[in-house]
């Protein structure tokens, strides 16, 4: 049972980033806040991990009317902290769940703290019906939700077993990807993913389930739909790319996007790989990804530089994108055997 | 190379065991390129790296080098940071942020 649930505060509790808005602070989020008194009446304790200054704090407390237990604000580490609070307040780790909306201090915590139970908001929302919760009734599809997590948590205690490379325990555990052409009935997904990937995302723009509907049927576009398992469990449809096949030699990839669900297990970088060279076997001299550049999408610049994508300095246009190129000559990143391409035309 | 890189180049190989989990690139060469087969550097870890960097030495890459060449090498890495903060590692906590 979760005794403890550990916040984050900017774009968590709060709808906003604290210090970024001094005139006008940002509300609370108002879902996040109900969850907040739903649990509180259930005798669950809230306690915050935050990098802003202490007044942070207080703001939070104010805002949502919850009273917090404990709380960390500084700019040390999110695992530090979440483990700071365990201690201080007597529980074990098995007790305490985190909720953070950066996927990147997500993954920083299960790896150091396998035994938390590690949320997004969006997460966080539904969890307060799962079992661990302590809901008066439980049904069926919050247990089922309940377990994915519980497969998560299976597999970050495995990865942070393993030793050796990263690749070698993506093949132990069975990964498999699919790269198959986006269906109509994928467009309702497509959309949720455009929605709630921000750190895996390169065009920042959110899509509609009808506007992916129209892209999937168009001439002279290919929708992929990406897929991911492994010995653990399913996780669906996680990432999707928007290709642009040009006559003129170019394949330009308008839309990247994947879940923090994919995220460390080699997902993006196969995408990438594949879409280098299905572009190269079609003929395609060159591959661009136009890139929104912002703080948030580091995680994205990163797998576009991996896979041997570069922007020309300073080229970040006036609507903040820059166009990430690669030529298809030469040596293509590679596509692991574990992945798993259905027909493409 | 500035006095301070051999010790920024130690400090950047502790950073990469704890971010990827392995140890065995305790001992990485500073030539090794991180992208690709051997580190195979991936956006996770790579944006976990960033931020340690970021922590420790208040340099934020990523704000600098919109292609992320700094990353080439753990060598890249170090002059990168060298050339901006002179000094060696903060001591912990005690970074600018």
Redesign the interface.
Known sequence: MIKCVVWDIDNTVLSGVYLESPDRLPDADPVIASVLRELASRGVLHALAS?NPPEAADYVRQVTGTSFAAARC???SKADAVAAITAELDLTLDAVAFVDDDM?ER??VA?ALPRVLVLSPEDAADAASWPQFGPAVVTDEARRRAEMYEQRRRRQAA??K??????EFLRQVGTRVTIAPAVAGDAARLHELSVRTH??NSSGVPLGAAEFGVLIRAPGRLVVAVRLADDFGDDGLVGAAVTELDDAGTWSVPLVMMSCRA??R?V??SLLGWLCRSAARAGARELQVPCL?T?RN??????L??A?M??A????GADGR?IFARSLSGEL?PVPDWVTVETVP | MTGAEPAILDDLRQLLVTVTGRPDLGSVAAQTPLFGAGVGLDSLAGTMLLRQVQRRYGVDVAAEDLNLDALETLGSLAAFIAERVGEGPWPEGQGPC
């Open positions: 990098r500084g700019w040390g990147i993954a920083e790896a990865s942070s393993f030793a050796g490379t990263r690749e750190q895996l995220l460390g080699g993006l970088d550049v703080e580091v995680p994205m610049r990163l797998a530089a991996a041997g570069r922007a300095a300073g080229a970040a820059a990143p």
